[in-house]
């Protein structure tokens, strides 16, 4: 064990020096030539810190501490900046979570495959570019001989983050880092993406520390696993033994997440929401494409779709933030404004909405008592004492000390805890109806576990209205009672829940559904599988 | 002297080229170098304050100092003023006044030429003079000349002038820079923007508000002018790059140094100060049919109440002397020696107002630097010095622009100066008689008037100077124009430039015909 | 004071500075040995005990001027500045809000402003309008707002594109609250780390104008004017120019390192 | 037609008419001032019924409207009329001037441009160094002192204590470029100085700004040398702030240098539109001030369409 790296004690600290914050703490870690690790853990576990620290490297305000980092035989916590850059690229090399934004915009992909080996030395310009073409096609990549003579915005997230796995390839490495290489993808996508990024890693017989939060994917790629949380590891083992067996609680508890379902709804509903063949525009882009639906009162109803469906622009529309170009929208019966200055106070207060990043929808200068105060000023009559009240109530509505934090500035909180007070501003207007904009997908999982069960009680409690607006169909399953399916502005199928998840009828949708990452071990071949021959049958649309 | 006595330490000597020892040049403008006769030769390099882009040949425009000595150097004029103060002819051979001194005929010189080769003739004179008369006209000079009701060319060498009035100084008008000599173009006008002159210099390069080049003309008529081989003169506005460009030996002379470091540029032994008295002096001219200002002693409260030295030392430096309350420059004709000197005295400025029947007086004073440089400042060492007499005199700031529109003549009480004329008729007329156009202080007085219009027409010099000691007088005690100071002229150069032992007094630089009567020694 | 204790050694240099010109300028009259126009010996006077930086071509305490000195061109800088930055940065924040035709209408109004350059636009407002010193500011005021103006937009469009903004103005905030409330403690550290520079600028540019003679009028006492009013000496090797010119300069490098440091600390809170 | 193409006609259709603004505003603002030609040339000495002639003359007596829509017609048809003050062609009074403030902004811009980058790509490159700091408090030292008195210690030291160079940078004495390079050496270190620092400032900011992107960090996980990924990597991306600020500076250059155009008696424009200002020569002030107008204009829409260039995605938008 251990014969390529191995990391002893490892300690990375950041901030200022006398009252220093531990980011890894004693951290182990060993990988044998040819073998895949996961590093699995919420945000802020130290997952991303281990994974760059394998390759000596710290971001900037991050020190190590102690311990070792040795990679075949040489301590990179001790090796100079030179020693580093001749490792790095050449013998380790490292694939980042955003590959849009780890693309030089200013040049062409090709040249950016082939600054590595030039560099190196292990090859010429042409020699690279030649075997670029070679990395392009093993990575399914299309038109691999002139895909990478364009520029990175001209290229597609999943091709991006296939054509930078090329690029961390291009001297033949020892080991890579991927850091989280997924996240950023529909579901769709990310089935070719972790296909391509697992057989080249094999072909090549290279060494890999995958690096996410996504339990499903870690399973489909790694051989052992190391769950890690406040940047210390709480548990090794084997995939199939970690998956079967778990033995920390912890790690019990990170299995545990996907387990909530809301009890089906029951007998007739009223409508609240109306749209009537609604389109809206970006200039000469049709975002929305005639949409029909209506929403039901007390129920929840999920939007599913993949990035650019359509979904957020029906968010907008119904808030009142986009006019709608064609046809219109009626709450409870009576047409609505398309522009949010044209409704009235008590319209406005119906409709709330919660937003995806909890970090651009609270303003960071307030506080929390700031945050909820305005909105139950303004939608209330409270005054003084009530109002007070009325903003504690709020918090502990949303299961938050109100003595610990009404008085604390946005930036000091947690994500989970801001999206708790999204909700909280949401609830100070007393709504009838909210939409929920991909509330989730930014939280970790046992924190968004959190949310959807707040959300659900809430529901049932004052019988709110939810339009929940999402790509994740883990999700989708956990709290909606009906589902509707978007593609390009349209509603492609639509329908109560157990119907669409058992027996849904599009191609797309099934497609969809066949994407959601599952843990057991053979589900990415079979993904590969299905996702080929659902595109070619969906092919006209 | 001032501070930073290491500045002529001998470690830092030579920090100035020729600054080396630092033994004071002797009193100010007192030695000028003279060369004991005039040389020919050399390129004169000038660096002048003023100067605009809009300047033009054209006579009617002439408004600053560039165009005066570029006028006067390119061009001739009848008659100049030498530099004893009195009319000497100068394209005219001679001139004479009918006894009534209404009519004058002057007699050009033969051998006058233009640059182009061509003679001087009569009508080419008419042709200039009426260039600047008539409805058209919008020419500084067309005051003066309403005067004449006829120009006639009396052959081909001969003008005659016929007066309204008899006009004992009328040849003095003729120094005047306007009315320079150009070619008639055969229909008694002349082209404005002609190079053709009758000066000792032709224009071989002329951009307007930059440089202007003179070189000497060879065949010049006029005998002992026109030394300088070149002339160069620099638009230079800024008075620190002047002064550095004097040091740095790109110019030779310069006009207006900065009166605050000129004592560091006196320590330059390569470089000499010049300064010469003119008939430039500031005025504060009160509207006498204004209250409070319509009470004469008010006026004589408030010429007393003014510290004359102080503002000749602060505000013009020393470069200047104490006005007398009258326009008359010591260096003119005329000028009444025997006046008392108003000085600063509270008790006696409070005496005129008790006879005024008046404890304290408030009044407003309207001022800014565009009346002339330090007016501002002048203004409120007045109001200093006025409160001893019980006397408050508030300084109101106008802004610059628009200064001689809205302020001048147009307020009570105002800062303004004159550049002179070079008679005392021709001041009094411009500026006191009760019909002049620039009547400033509005004042009327019966006397002054009566004695203006018979010593204009007399020809008796005794006689004259009698009247105009009189009017002196009568300006002094009953006149609006509070006239502080007069000020010196000063200019600073290398020491090869050497100049005639006396030199014009009106204007700065022997009255701006330096070009042709300085040379290098 | 925290925020003390973390700022590099630069901006405690900077904030000293600032606080030594600030209460020097406050206290002006206590601090003066002489009074600001006040004529107290000869010409010209060397440096002594009694004149600890001689004295001017009046003969007026150099010192005493250069303390009255910070009370004015300080305080009209700052003054001018101030105006410029609400002025400038509420317009920005207003445009960048509305977009559309409101946004069109100030921006070009604005790109007009820009066209004509600053001090040919000074001395033309100033001509119009008087030279006094209100009149001064308020036109200075207005050629700074211009780059304020464009600096608060672009910043705010970065704001206004984001969630809170939508959420406020779906409770129905109206546009005073979303521009005091929402978007201006968002920008306020860029716009705050522009301000030094601006502040620098502004300083030069009166001193520009006193130079052209349309600044600050004699006898008020203003680092600027007094550098113009002595700067004919340095060409003598005398130094007094120099002492009104470090002070702007000492100034200048200490607001700026204040600035840096703001700059620095907001960029660190963003990530 | 491209997006490029589009975007240039736009922003020059936009600069047209801005210029069309300025010029009518300044028309109103020299309406406005106290005083006309008239007057400011006669001074003291008019009398009324010199400047009703005088007004005659020029026109002047025309209401205000006339003489503007005269004046722009003549534009149009490219006549730019004649200098109401000398009568000389606007075009003749520019020429020469034109020619000086270009030369002086080009030597400046030729030298001060390259030089700034270059310091702040090193400034850049070694951050919080010693170099770093010193570059920064030199380039604040310089902004912050007016720039007469920069212009007047260059005087005392290279004319007046070494006597290298002239005070006066008189264009006219030079015979040859070498020439004309050496009398205006000392306006234009000036002029390097002032607008060096600016620049400077900005490049460090932006590539310290890009620096902290995730292709940056890409970049050194590749073992791209530091120096490298600032040259390659930083610099492209942080172009278009950089090119922002030289055109800001360079329009500086050619508009805004009238107080160095005072201290050396260069004769500029800057010189002749304050001059014209102070007299009232419209035609004079209409010209200056549109040529400096549509300079700003213009290289505000250069800098726009590098940027663009300069930057793939929006060179090939999609």
């Not at chain 4, 109401?84 to 030298?111: C, H, P």
Request: charged share 20%; with cysteine.
């Amino acid at each position: 064990m251990g014969n390529l790296l191995t990391i002893r004690d490892l300690s990375l600290e950041a901030g200022p020096r006398t009252d220093p914050k531990r980011i890894l703490d004693r951290f182990d870690l060993d990988l044998d030539r040819g073998e895949v690790l996961g590093l699995v853990g919420e945000s802020g576990a130290g997952k991303s810190s281990a994974g760059l620290a394998a390759m000596g490297f710290t971001r900037d305000g991050v020190r190590i501490a102690g311990g070792r980092i040795e990679f075949d035989g040489t301590d990179l916590a001790r090796a100079s900046q030179s020693a580093l850059r001749r490792l790095h690229g050449r013998r380790i090399a490292y694939v980042a979570q955003s590959a849009a934004a780890s693309f030089n915009p200013a040049h062409r992909l090709i040249d950016q495959f082939a600054e590595g080996p030039v560099l190196h030395g292990t090859a010429d310009t042409a020699t690279a570019h030649e075997d670029a073409r070679a990395l392009y096609r093993q990575m399914q990549l299309p038109n691999p001989d002139e895909i990478g003579f364009r520029y990175p915005h001209e290229v597609s997230g999943g091709q991006l983050q296939r054509a930078m796995t090329a690029m961390a390839m291009a001297c033949r490495p020892d080991l890579i880092i991927f850091d989280e290489p997924t996240t950023a993808l529909d579901v769709t996508t990310q089935i070719e993406v972790l296909g391509a990024m697992r057989d080249i890693t094999e072909r090549y017989g290279t060494a890999a520390i995958y690096i996410t939060h996504d339990l499903a994917v870690v399973s489909q790629m790694a051989d052992r696993i190391t769950v890690m949380r406040h940047g210390r590891e709480i548990e090794t083992a084997p995939t199939p033994r970690i998956l079967e067996s778990p033995q920390e609680d912890y790690t019990r508890s990170l299995w545990a997440v996907r387990s909530i379902r809301k009890p089906d709804a029951t007998g007739a509903a009223e409508p609240i929401l109306t749209l009537e063949a609604t389109s809206a525009h970006y200039r000469s882009f049709r975002a929305l494409d005639g949409i029909d639906f209506t929403l039901a009162r007390g129920r929840t109803t999920a939007v599913v779709g993949e990035s650019g469906s359509g979904k957020s622009t029906l968010a907008k529309v119904i808030a009142g933030l986009m006019a709608p170009s064609e046809g219109r929208v009626l709450w409870n019966g009576a047409p609505l404004a398309g522009d949010h200055g044209k409704r009235t106070r008590a319209q406005l207060r119906d409709i709330q909405m919660i937003y995806q990043m909890a970090d651009t929808a609270l303003n960071p200068r307030h506080t929390v008592r700031e945050t909820l105060d305005r909105p139950v000023s303004l939608f209330t009559n409270l005054k003084g004492k009530a109002r007070r009240a009325r903003v504690r109530e709020l918090m502990e509505l949303i299961e938050l000390d109100p003595d610990e934090f009404l008085d604390r500035r946005i930036p000091e909180l947690s994500g989970g805890q801001k999206q708790r007070i999204g909700i909280a501003r949401a609830l100070a207007a007393e709504p009838k109806f909210i939409i929920c904009d991909e509330i989730t997908s930014a939280l970790d999982q046992i924190v968004a576990e959190g949310i959807l069960k707040l959300l659900i009680r809430l529901q049932q409690e004052l019988g709110l209205t939810y339009m929940f607006i999402t790509h994740d169909l883990a999700t989708v399953e956990a709290i909606a009672d009906e589902v509707m399916v978007m593609k390009n502005g349209k509603i492609v199928e639509s329908g109560p829940r157990a119907r669409i998840f058992e027996a849904p009828q599009e191609p797309y949708t099934k497609r969809l559904l066949a994407s959601v990452p599952q843990m057991d071990a053979g589900w990415l071949d079979r993904a590969r599988r299905d996702a080929a021959e659902a595109k070619s049958a969906e092919a006209p649309a | 002297m001032k501070r930073f006595t290491g500045f002529t330490s001998p470690s830092r000597r030579g920090f100035l080229a020729g600054t080396a020892a630092a033994g004071m040049t002797l009193g100010l403008g007192l030695t000028p170098a003279r060369a004991a006769e005039p040389q020919k030769g050399g390129t004169l390099r000038v660096g002048f304050t003023q100067g605009s882009t809009s300047d033009s040949l054209d006579p009617a425009t002439y408004s600053n100092d560039f165009m005066f000595a570029t006028s006067y150097a390119v061009f001739s004029t009848l008659v100049e003023i030498a530099p004893d103060g009195s009319a000497k002819p100068d394209l005219a051979e001679s001139y004479e006044a009918t006894p009534d001194a209404a009519t004058w005929t002057f007699r050009l010189r033969d051998d006058a030429t233009f640059s182009d080769g061509k003679t001087v003739t009569a009508n080419d004179v008419v042709a200039s003079v009426r260039h600047h008369m008539g409805d058209q006209s919008k020419s500084g000079v067309k005051p003066l000349l309403a005067q004449i009701t006829d120009i006639k060319a009396d052959g081909d060498k001969v003008v005659v002038f016929t007066l309204q009035s008899g006009n004992a100084d009328f040849p003095f008008i003729f120094n005047d820079y306007h009315l320079t000599i150009r070619q008639d173009q055969g229909d008694g006008t002349i082209d404005p923007d002609t190079r053709i002159g009758t000066g000792g210099y032709v224009i071989e390069a002329f951009e307007p508000g930059v440089r202007i080049e003179l070189a000497r003309r060879d065949d010049y008529w006029k005998e002992g002018a026109a030394h300088f081989d070149k002339v160069l003169i620099l638009k230079v506005g800024d008075a620190a790059a002047r002064m550095n460009a004097l040091m740095t030996g790109e110019v030779d002379l310069i006009d207006r140094p900065d009166l605050k470091t000129i004592h560091m540029l006196e320590r330059n032994r390569d470089l000499r100060i010049h300064t010469q008295n003119g008939t430039l002096h500031y005025t504060m001219p009160m509207h006498v049919t204004t209250a409070p200002f319509d009470d004469v002693n008010v006026r004589l409260a408030l010429k007393h109440a003014i510290d004359r030295e102080a503002i000749v030392q602060k505000v013009l430096k020393g470069y200047g002397t104490v006005g007398n309350d009258h326009p008359i420059a010591s260096s003119m004709p005329f000028y009444n020696a025997d006046l008392e000197q108003h000085a600063y005295d509270p008790d006696k400025a409070k005496h005129y107002l008790g006879k005024a029947g008046l404890d304290s007086l408030e009044v407003t004073l309207h001022t800014a630097d565009a009346a002339f440089n330090g007016a501002v400042d002048a203004s409120v060492l007045f109001s200093e010095a006025a409160k001893a007499a019980g006397i408050s005199v508030n300084v109101a700031r106008e802004p610059d622009d628009g200064y001689w529109s809205n302020v001048w003549l147009q307020k009570p009480f105002c800062t303004s100066y004159w550049g002179g004329r070079p008679t005392p008729d021709l001041m009094f007329s411009a500026g006191y008689a009760a019909d002049a156009d620039w009547n400033a202080t509005k004042w009327q007085n019966e006397r002054f008037n009566e004695l203006l219009l018979d010593a204009r027409a007399e020809l008796d010099e005794s006689l004259r100077a009698e009247m105009y000691g009189e009017m002196q007088m009568l300006c002094q005690t009953d006149g609006g124009a509070l006239i502080p100071a007069f000020g010196q002229y000063v200019s600073a150069m290398n020491t090869r430039v050497a100049m005639p032992e006396k030199v014009s007094e009106m204007w700065d630089l022997d009255s701006q015909r330096f070009i042709e009567r300085w040379w290098f020694a | 004071m925290t925020l003390l204790r973390t700022a590099p050694p630069t901006a405690i240099f900077g904030m000293l500075v600032l606080a030594a010109t600030l209460l020097t300028g406050i206290f002006a009259p206590l601090v003066a040995p002489y009074g600001e126009t006040e004529i107290v010996g000869a010409e010209y006077l060397p440096w002594s005990a009694e004149y600890p930086l001689g004295t001017d071509n009046l003969g007026r305490d150099m010192l005493s001027r250069m303390i009255y000195g910070a009370r004015n061109t300080v305080g009209l800088a700052l003054l001018t500045t101030g105006i410029a930055f609400g002025l400038g940065a509420a317009l920005g924040m207003f445009a960048a809000l509305k977009g559309g035709w409101v946004d069109q209408i100030l921006s070009r109004a604005i790109d007009v402003v820009m066209a004509v350059p600053p001090l040919i636009l000074a001395l033309m407002l100033l001509a119009i309008i008087g030279p006094s010193i209100p009149n001064m500011v308020g036109v200075i005021a207005v050629i700074y707002l211009a780059p304020v103006y464009r600096l608060s937009r672009a910043a705010a469009m970065n704001v206004v594109s984001l969630d809170f903004v939508d959420a406020a103005k779906l409770r129905g905030e109206g546009t005073l609250w979303l521009l005091r409330r929402e978007i201006l403690p968002n920008i306020s550290s860029t716009l705050v780390a522009e301000a030094g520079l601006r502040f620098c600028f502004v300083f030069l540019f009166i001193a520009a104008l006193s130079f052209l003679g349309i600044g600050i009028q004699p006898p008020t006492a203003d680092w600027g004017s007094m550098v113009k009013e002595n700067a004919t000496l340095i060409t003598f090797g005398d130094v007094t120019p120099l002492i009104p010119a470090g002070a702007i300069a000492l100034l200048t490098v200490s607001i700026n390192f204040i600035a840096d440091w703001m700059l620095h600390r907001a960029s660190g809170l963003k990530s | 037609m491209t997006r490029l193409q589009k975007l240039i006609l736009s922003r020059l259709a936009l600069g047209i008419l801005t210029l069309f603004v300025v010029s009518a505003l300044m028309f109103v603002g020299i309406e406005l001032l106290p005083g006309d030609l008239a007057q400011q040339i006669l001074g003291q000495s008019a009398t009324p019924d010199t400047l009703r002639a005088f007004r005659a003359e020029l026109g002047l007596d025309q209401p205000p409207h006339t003489r503007y829509l005269d004046w722009l017609s003549g534009v149009v048809q490219g006549d730019f009329g004649q200098s109401l003050a000398s009568g000389r062609k606007v075009s003749d009074l520019l020429g020469t001037r034109l020619a000086n403030t270009m030369f002086l902004a080009a030597y400046a811009a030729v030298i001060a441009v390259p030089v700034a980058v270059t310091l702040g790509l090193l400034a850049a490159l070694w951050r919080n160094s010693i170099f770093d700091r010193a570059a920064n408090i030199g380039a604040l030292s310089a902004i912050s002192m007016p720039e007469f008195f920069v212009a007047y210690l260059l005087i005392m030291l290279f004319s007046i204590k070494f006597g290298w160079f002239p005070t006066l940078a008189r264009l006219d004495t030079a015979t040859g470029l070498g020439d004309a390079l050496y009398v205006t050496f000392l306006p234009a270190l000036t002029l390097i100085m002032v607008v060096i620092a600016h620049m400077m400032r900005m490049t460090r900011a932006a590539i310290i700004n890009v620096l902290a992107s995730p292709y940056i960090e890409m970049a050194r996980l590749k073992g791209v040398p530091r120096w490298r990924v600032v040259l390659k990597h930083a610099l492209p991306n942080a172009l278009a702030p950089i090119i922002n600020v030289i055109a800001l500076n360079l329009a500086y250059l050619i508009v805004g240098v009238v107080v160095v155009e005072v201290v050396f008696s260069y004769p500029g424009l800057g010189q002749l539109l304050v001059d014209a200002v102070a007299s009232r020569d419209f035609p004079v002030v209409q010209a200056v001030g549109l040529f400096f107008a549509g300079t700003y204009i213009l290289l505000n829409v250069a800098a726009d369409i590098l940027s663009i260039l300069s930057n793939p995605r929006l060179r090939h938008g999609r």
